[in-house]
């Protein structure tokens, strides 16, 4: 598949202005829109089925529309929303790279999708040979020796991991107490190590944005189960001294993580197994295309070295002599993390796209997407501050210190008002040791066209009036929205309306 | 583009990258495939499932079921701008998802007859394991009660978890099809499923009445279909109703991605983890949808947040949702009347045949457990040449080994009747 990045962003996309009804207003009595089949089964009465303590009587409340306001409703509501499919989507860290089409008719073939998770392994040999293969692939990619598909998100990878960790410490005699983290991470890592049953340790950057390795070496004992790193880092900077803190935190027996999130990055150019890392998850909906689905669903497989490969989640595929693939939980599995084997129309999505590109094709996303942050970074000088000015991987982080300070321009105008210029915003305030941060991630799928529109709008934009941004977005479906409002008289649900 | 950075080659990107780290010779892979050959290797996989349809009628559930799922939600909830976005964090331009999930959290609890719902859970499992977290939480006590009428994979899920949070789970087994609960423990809640992994209809009310007694949560696992002509576990006292959604909207798709259903009482409110989504307005006093109490999430309070819940199944409650509405108030009555019509239909022709006994005589609903002269992976394997997906079978934790057959709205009575005469010839 040739990766070449498409599309030039001229307009602004048109989005819908005004507010849809919700479907509890649109509902009308005696309107529905369901049929069923034609069975020939005895039309017995509830009664005669369920016991009276245990039968409803008035049926559940829905809503009551024909199939035809129905799908006016949902159309309409999706022209109140944003999405790859419209424009670029520079959100820092998140990789809203363009997610091609074939994967959406690869994982709607309906001898993937029709198929029961309990059918016994002989009706699902082409399933578990596709898990198998996409485990063998992901292992390949990363440099590690075994992998789990069932973790169904990064954060629940994350947690996996940690159990993984835990498990391994235990088996050695002790689980051991802390986890290190550099004060530039994700949320969920420090939230997934609380859940892990460890203490966080926070490591602080260095001047270059990097884990500063002597405070690293401060803080490491034999009660440090592991650390947990991103690499590249929130700050879209490599890890330069990855080998150094990997044989720190091994000299004390703890194990290293990878944070996966950045994994775009370094596709064919470096390996996190390479790097002395213990345990990895991905992210396949950032780096294996799996669209983000407004929010989910995405999916977080974790690999690991040979030395933790026994305690993996199981069952996993394994493929006999005959060639047959068998379930097997592996001898000192932590247990299951899925309900079944994982999110597996998102397995099989990403499995399409790596076939589709490729060991070579991989390698061009990298280098690619670290291009086009480049290009942008270099761009942006003199326009933003660039805290860390130097060479970035597949994103950057820019922001409007200045700019406030001189006139007042804070990174949640620039971002409301890039929203008006027809793109979406980056990522603000985060990481949070950047005052007034934007972080940006073009990926790879922007032509040199969009970057080119896209650098245009924000000097446009830190060449206007500050005032000014304040009051935008104006030509979005709706405006900025009153959130303290949201929270303090909470309407969860349309019943919750005084 | 390089020339703009001063650069002469595409190498010098990854200067900070240390030499000893790089891969010289790139991936160990093959080359990439155009757009028809990759989609020919996807086929080619496809091809080796027997998937269910007319040459592999389904007739197992277990917590994955075989219902219809209309074009219009695979047309609408499916539509890109939908599939392509992310998480709602600029809602200027995410009102189609914000509204879609707050139209998704009011159903939810309709069907729950709860206050608030989150806007999904990764599955079943998932949704359980923040019950407890929630209930672990509120209580400040670290055992749960937990029934063996759960799901098994999804107490396997618990279990792991534990590991890390140090819970302690009392398994309640069950005899006769309902759990039998000890009457002289303090935990923080009791977990149950309505109806059962056996199909069974627990007592609810008993297990509130417990729960009262000792001061703990009611935490129910119920089936969204079911729903439609069972009481909700709202109206039996529930303080949190956690579920699989797979069924409304989703198909069986190998196990994933499934929807985890999460809702609660408001008094519960600032412990729901996940994303919550809010009605609000705009700077112009315009309706408008935002996430809210954001304060509870991982990415502002860190290790002291409750969960880590970042990414979870939008797409997927969009398109429970969609079929929800598409059912509607009728509709999801019908549908599980028809659900119940089919399992009463089949249960009744099998437990006619010498050899074929229920596993216990509770009221079932739409899935039912018999126990047959040869365990139920044989019967299974033997129906698979007969044409039919015959169930999931039980484990040693039901007592004698049985299988577990569920019926969907989508089977016939000639399906059903084929099914009997196959079942007749293969456990003998």
Known sequence: MSPSAGGRATSAPIMGRDAEPTLFELSAPGRRAASFRTTGVPEWTPAELVPGEHLRGDPAPIAEVSERDLVAHFTRLSHRQYSVDLGAYPLGSCTMKYNPKLCDDAASLPGLTDVHPAAPAPLTQGWMELLAQLEEALCRITGMHAATLQPPAGAAGELTGLLLMRAWHEEHGNPRRKVVIPDSAHGTNPASVTLGGYETVTVPSDRRGLVDVAALRERLDDDVAGIMLTNPNTLGLFEEDIAEIAAAVHEVGGLLYYDGANLNAILGVTRPGDMGFDIVHMNLHKTFAVPHGGGGPGAGPVAVSERLAPYLPGPRPVVGDDGAYRWETPPKSIGRVHSWHGNALALARAYSYILANGGDGLRRVAEAAVLNANWLRTRLRGIYDLPYDRPAMHEFVASTSTLKKGKGLRALDVAKRLLEEGFHAPTVYFPLIVDEALMIEPTETESLQTLEALGDALERIAGGDAEDARHAPRTTPVRRVDEARAARQLIPTWDARE | MLRFLGMSSLDELFASVPEALRLAAGLDMADGLSEPDTLDAMERLA?????????????????????????????????????????????????????????????????????????????????????????????????????????????????????????????????????????????????????????????????????????????????????????????????????????????????????GLFACKRDHVRRVPGRLVGETVDADGRRAYVTTLRTREQDIRREKASSNVCTNQTLIAVACAVQLAWLGTDGLRELALRCARGTRYTRDALLAMDGVDPLSDAPVFREFAVTTPVPGDVVVERMAEEGFLAGVPLGDEYGERGLLISVTERRTRDEIDAFVGAFEKVIR
């Open chain 2, 47 to 259: 091809e080796r499932n027997r998937r269910a349809g007319r040459e592999l009628v389904c007739f197992a559930g277990g917590g994955a079921y075989d219902h219809e799922v209309p074009a219009t939600v695979r047309r609408v909830a499916f539509r890109s701008e939908f599939v392509t976005a992310y998480t709602p964090y600029q809602p200027e331009v995410a009102q189609g998802v914000l509204q879609a999930l707050f139209e998704y959290q009011t159903l939810l609890c309709r069907l729950t007859g709860m206050e608030v719902a989150n806007a999904s859970l990764y599955d079943g499992a998932s949704a359980c394991v923040e019950a407890v977290n929630l209930a672990v939480a509120a209580t400040g006590r670290q055992t749960v009660l937990l029934s063996d009428g759960v799901n098994p994979n999804w107490r396997q899920v618990l279990e792991t978890f534990a590991a890390g949070t140090g819970h302690d789970y009392v398994r309640c087994q069950i005899a006769n099809g309902v759990t039998r609960w000890p009457d002289d423990a303090q935990p923080a809640a009791l977990l149950v499923q309505y109806p059962n992994h056996v199909g069974c209809l627990e007592d609810l009310a008993a297990a509130r009445q417990l729960a009262d007694n000792a001061g703990a949560l009611l935490l129910v696992a119920f089936d969204p279909v079911a729903a439609g002509l069972l009481h909700s576990p709202g109206h039996f006292g529930a303080d949190v109703v956690v579920g699989e959604g797979q069924p409304f909207g989703t198909p069986m798709s190998f196990g994933g991605p499934y929807l």
